[in-house]
């Protein structure tokens, strides 16, 4: 089993290695295909730009901005209640009736599952926040799947890291990893499910936000 080093008191995330001139492989924020119509987002749901100081604004934001650590164990979904988004026509789509429908299902299972859970099987034509699941076995960088990227990522000296089981991704300048993990407070003891949240800032350094067991997800 591999032990774990993210804790609230002494937490970080192993250090991104230095890219080598020549290299082609990039950090996930590159590598993966997310991709976010600003615009159309606009469109959507105005109210939403306000929910997430690092979400795409019209504004510039700096280079020191980008570069900054998230703070330790403040969670952007705290406060955050669901609404149902407007019913517009936002492309000639042929299912775009479903589509949103689809759309406000997954913005309430990110809501009450704080970004941890969103229906895979459901059209994710429109991504609420940015964030979509991500298949573990999808490739995240030249020489790693999600599932390799996440397993280093996941630290905590309180318990014995077992496996990933999920994770939600949401691209950009200062990425963020949603990562649910399996793993054992005690030598033998029963499995408990586990939260943690990272981010990559522009830089490519790792950054805890919060690493936690998984809360009781209140009913829709």
Not at 98 to 127: M, T, V, W
Request: proline share 8%; aromatic share 10%; net charge negative.
């Amino acid at each position: 089993m591999k032990k774990a080093v993210m804790d609230a008191s002494s937490s970080y995330l192993k250090p991104t290695e230095t890219k080598k001139e020549g290299d082609s492989g990039k950090e996930t924020a590159e590598a993966m295909d997310v991709v976010v119509n600003s615009k159309r987002k606009a469109e959507f749901e105005p109210e939403e730009e306000e929910e997430d100081e690092w979400e795409e604004s019209d504004g510039e934001i700096s280079e020191a901005e980008m570069l900054q650590a998230p703070e330790w164990d403040v969670d952007s979904f705290d406060g955050v209640e669901y609404y149902s988004s407007p019913d517009v026509q936002l492309s000639t789509l042929s299912d775009e009736e479903e589509a949103i429908e689809d759309y406000n299902i997954i913005k309430r299972q990110l809501i009450n599952s704080k970004g941890f859970y969103a229906d895979p099987n459901r059209k994710h034509i429109y991504h609420y926040k940015g964030i979509c699941p991500v298949g573990l076995d999808r490739i995240a960088l030249p020489d790693r799947t999600f599932r390799d990227y996440w397993e280093e990522m996941v630290h905590d000296p309180k318990v014995e890291f077992v496996e990933v089981v999920r994770g939600h991704y949401r691209g950009g300048p200062r990425s963020k990893s949603y990562i649910t993990f399996m793993a054992r407070e005690k030598p033998d003891g029963p499995l408990v499910e586990y939260q943690a949240k990272a981010m990559v800032t522009l830089d490519r350094k790792r950054h805890p936000i919060l690493c936690r067991p998984t809360p009781p997800t209140p009913n829709p």
